[in-house]
């Protein structure tokens, strides 16, 4: 029967080589799953499939792993390195294949006893041929395995690219012989923990069965919620209950998706020549976070920052090729145009309208209609921010899909739900030419096909793409954690008192988690570097010695464990820079060298770019700063700097670090910079390291636009404390304004109005504000003399200059 066997699968694995395409999941298993390759592997595949076992085979060894079909051979014990865990129906029936699985991990459980430094690892796996979920109004389980004959070679030739091979989290049976000892029982354990584990991944794969709309419509229109809506409809507008229904199924109409498994698999086909077209590689990291969360049953809510168009159909690609259903998105109604609004609803979208104002019944409707995806158990996603930022950094949360996301979980959700915030980076942003006119006062272009096809024509060299998932925040144990008398809150109490405040905290706790997951590249460093210098140009050797310093900078003081680091040399990052398309960094040659400067029009551009990564600088950018204006400090008083203006970064950046936790940091970047060379460190005084200090202007440059900034609103409330607010934060921008003009100032947030409003706001919640409004001047005036000494004159000058003629307008 070998002979056969072995005769019948070199026979089949020439066809499967040329139609069956490598698709491991997850790419590198060896790094993300922490495989030990000093130890032997045990594979265990589902069932029995001489077409699974091959195509495993090819993937196992394009990643690197021990072949398959070859034997462990342990102090002179051959034992397979492959088990199949079901009979399955095939023509080479390996009969009683449980029982010989189960003697095999029985034999493998013994060695653990005689050899107390072997520890063999056990690595479930299956091959995923498609990932149809099938319909509700289906009666068997859909059917993730080939069957023999006929329908074995169609599905071949159907899935060649939608095969999928899921190497899971390996078990350690040195784990399980000291937990559990290793006789006959523990065998038949693991084999049935490892059917478990695959009718988990099934569901993981392929997601719940896809709705019967039109039967999930009439389901929420019976709703008790709905139906109150619906008369209350009737009633105000003085219409007959049965129009107030085609209102409601019209509304239900316009936002629900409808998913189709056909139009996902031509959408992925399409986005793979996409990614191709536009970028060099995507770069996913931490998704077996996710896939952990789907396999242990969590209803998750992928909650992403907003960059681009691309970012909803690039995390659902990366979704799908990580093994895992894409999620239901909740997109603007704005995107629901011809043609694409149709494919958007195929491939999950569903549509939300900008505003709820005073339309109860679509509120309502809405409401219900996302309580129904979570019940149902599908995953979600959506955009906090609630639009794309047009200046390259987070914006402040929108609460409202989160404030229905809580309310799911008061309803009494039975699953756990799962937020996964989700940092997702391009070193080129299709859009970002328009978010500068934008900036510039240009009025934003309705989305529509005519504007599609442009955007296609742009289709070109644009460096990488990345997608970082961020800690996840389990929603149950957070709110266990911070608000225990929500569990006590009644079903029918909309909004309970905790409500509110838990909202508001789950949403800063999701930007804060984006930001610990932020991806550093070539381009955000590059400009980062090259807007630091004044004049945009660095020499080549200078710009390189900066990137350096960024580089070990990040690697020496981690601003978080998920943050992604370039591993290129600084030489291999700039090459890369100059080589992207339409970037506006340029090489020139002068008697002395090469210069590396960024164009003026894109200048603007390139501060989205920096300002991506700005929070994983403005603390070491802030002493560095205050070391250069000071030439020499006391650390002491550095330390007593940061901390007043520290919550202003905190609040304004989205940063992690508690205040408890901030003094030991800044003494970390006190002592890196003193390693680099950049500072001195002497007997508890900083200062500057002559050599070096053109490193440490650059350094300090990344956080000079935001102190002016800060010190604008601070001069003007010194001026007049009892200003208004709204007064306050006009002024702000009409100052910051004429002093981007006289000091060519690209940054376009800097004279952004919703800025100072967060700023204005951040010293209320900091209390530099009495109860009756006006500014406490004591505090002010503190802050003020410390902001004082790290801005130029120059920029001084013309601030206070600036408020005087604004009081001699009025």
């Known amino acids: 029967m070998s002979s056969c066997l072995n005769l019948y699968r070199k026979v089949l694995n020439s066809p499967l080589s040329l139609l069956v395409k490598e698709n491991p999941i997850p790419h590198n298993p060896i790094e993300e799953l922490k495989l030990n390759t000093e130890q032997p592997f045990v594979y265990v595949l589902p069932y029995t499939s001489q077409t699974d076992l091959l195509i495993f085979r090819k993937n196992c060894l394009s990643v690197g792993l021990p072949d398959p079909l070859e034997e462990n051979n342990i102090h002179n014990t051959t034992l397979p390195r492959f088990v199949f865990l079901d009979e399955g129906r095939r023509i080479f029936r390996t009969k009683g294949a449980k029982k010989e699985t189960e003697k095999v991990f029985y034999r493998y459980l013994e060695l653990h006893h005689t050899y107390p430094d072997l520890d063999v690892q056990l690595i479930p796996v299956s091959v995923l041929w498609g990932r149809a979920p099938g319909h509700e109004e289906q009666i068997n ?257 929108k609460t409202g899909m989160m404030s229905m996301t809580l309310q799911a979980l008061q309803q009494g959700q039975t699953r756990p739900i799962t937020i996964v915030p989700v940092y997702v980076g391009y070193e080129h942003v299709l859009e970002v030419d328009t978010y500068a006119k934008e900036l510039r006062g240009a009025a934003k272009e309705k989305e529509n096909a005519g504007l599609v096809l442009r955007v296609i024509k742009k289709l070109r060299n644009l460096g990488k793409g990345y997608v970082n998932f961020g800690e996840p925040i389990l929603l149950n144990n957070y709110l266990n954690q911070y608000y225990p008398e929500w569990k006590e809150s009644s079903t029918n109490e909309e909004r309970p008192a905790w409500f509110s405040h838990a909202v508001d905290a789950v949403s800063h706790q999701v930007m804060i988690n984006i930001n610990k997951a932020a991806a550093v590249n070539a381009m955000n460093l590059t400009g980062t570097a090259l807007l630091s210098s004044r004049q945009r140009a660095l020499s080549r050797e200078q710009l390189l010695e900066q990137l350096d310093s960024y580089q070990q900078f990040l690697q020496q003081v981690p601003y978080s464990e998920d943050v992604i680091i370039p591993t290129e040399s600084p030489n291999e990052m700039l090459e890369h820079v100059l080589g992207l398309d339409r970037v506006g960094v340029l090489s020139e040659k002068d008697n002395f060298g090469e210069i590396i400067r960024l164009e003026r029009n894109s200048a603007v551009l390139m501060t989205y770019y920096r300002n991506n990564i700005q929070h994983l600088f403005v603390l070491p950018s802030l002493v560095a700063s205050i070391v250069l204006h000071y030439e020499a400090i006391q650390k002491a008083l550095v330390l007593e700097a940061v901390t007043k203006l520290y919550p202003f970064f905190q609040s304004e950046l989205f940063l992690h670090i508690p205040m408890e936790r901030l003094r030991e940091h800044i003494e970390q970047i006190i002592t890196e910079l003193h390693r680099q060379g950049l500072i001195k460190y002497n007997e508890n005084m900083l200062s500057i390291n002559k050599p070096r200090v053109r490193t440490l202007q650059l350094w300090s440059a990344g956080v000079r636009e935001i102190l002016q900034r800060y010190f604008i609103t601070l001069s003007l409330l010194q001026n007049d404390p009892n200003i208004p607010r709204p007064v306050l934060e006009k002024e702000s921008q009409s100052v910051a304004q004429r002093l981007s003009v006289l000091h060519g100032i690209n940054a376009p947030e800097f004279f952004d109005k919703a800025v100072f409003s967060a700023f204005v706001a951040s010293l209320k919640s900091n209390d530099y504000f009495d109860e009756q409004g006006a500014a406490i001047t004591d505090k002010i005036d503190e802050i003020a003399a410390i902001l004082t000494k790290i801005i130029s004159p120059e920029v001084n000058l013309t601030i206070q200059s600036a408020i005087e003629k604004g009081e001699g307008q009025e």
């Open 141 to 397: 389980l859909p059917d993730l395995r080939l069957v023999s004959g006929i329908r074995k070679t169609i599905n071949i030739a159907w899935f060649r690219r939608d095969t999928f091979v899921r190497f899971s989290q390996a078990v350690s049976l040195r784990y399980m012989v000291r937990e559990h000892g290793a006789d006959q029982s523990i065998a038949q354990k693991l084999a049935r923990v490892a059917k478990m584990h695959f009718a988990k991944q099934r569901i993981s794969a392929t997601g719940p069965r896809l709705p019967n709309r039109q039967a999930m419509f009439n389901k929420l229109l019976q709703s008790p919620t709905i139906l109150a809506a619906i008369e209350d409809e009737a009633k105000n507008k003085k219409i007959t209950t049965k129009k107030a229904t085609v209102e409601a199924r019209k509304i239900l109409d316009e936002i629900a998706a409808d998913v189709s498994y056909e139009g996902l698999r031509m959408a992925d086909r399409f986005l793979r020549w996409l990614w191709n077209k536009l970028y060099q590689g995507i770069a996913v990291e931490n998704a077996d976070r996710v896939r952990k969360l789907a396999l242990e049953g969590h209803e998750i809510v992928y909650v992403p920052c907003h960059r681009s168009h691309i970012d909803y159909l690039l995390l659902s690609y990366v979704l799908y090729h990580q093994g895992l259903f894409p999620p239901h998105i909740a997109a603007g109604i704005n995107l629901n145009f011809w043609p694409v609004g149709g494919l958007f609803r195929r491939g999950g979208a569903f549509f939300i309208r900008r505003t709820f104002k005073g339309n109860r019944l679509y509120s309502t409707i809405f409401r219900e209609y996302l309580a129904e995806l979570f019940h149902r158990g599908y995953s979600v996603e959506y955009f906090i921010e609630g639009g794309r930022s047009r200046t390259g950094r987070l914006l402040a949360p």
